[in-house]
């Protein structure tokens, strides 16, 4: 179950806008449905999600949670990246900002193939 941090974490690298299309995807435990979702910002480092309070996900991400995702940047199918990420954290937006949704923060642990 979400429980949502006030602060953002302070981060070393400078997170990139995701292009328009661009997407990512994940099942994040055996027993969860698979998820497509629109990729908020990315870094060499992460990836920022946007996701609506009352999504079905935040039923079921926590924070250290770790899962396998593919990333579909720029909108490109064949050009897809695989990766194993943990939640980092899970935050409200700054006043003002996308009321009733949460952001997920996700560090990249690992590249992998295929």
């Known amino acids: 179950m979400i429980q949502a941090e006030k602060n953002g974490e302070l981060r070393s690298e400078i997170r990139k806008a995701a292009e328009q299309g661009a997407v990512v ?18 870094s060499d480092l992460g990836l920022g999600l946007l996701v609506k ?3 079905g996900i935040c039923k079921v991400l926590e ?11 720029v909108g490109a ?3 897809i990246e695989n990766v194993r990420v943990e939640v980092r954290h899970i935050s409200e937006p700054a006043a003002g900002q996308h009321p009733d949704h949460y952001i ?11």
């Not at 995807?25 to 497509?36: I, K, L, N, T, W």
């Not at 924070?63 to 940047?73: I, L, P, W």
């Open 53 to 55: 309070k009352n999504s």
């Open 63 to 73: 924070k250290g949670h770790t899962f396998a995702m593919a990333v579909h940047k």
């Open 104 to 114: 997920i923060g996700l560090l990249i642990r690992e590249r992998m193939e295929g």
């Open 25 to 42: 995807e994940f099942r994040p435990s055996a027993e969860a449905m698979v998820y497509q979702m629109t990729l908020r910002n990315w």
């Open 77 to 79: 199918r064949d050009r």
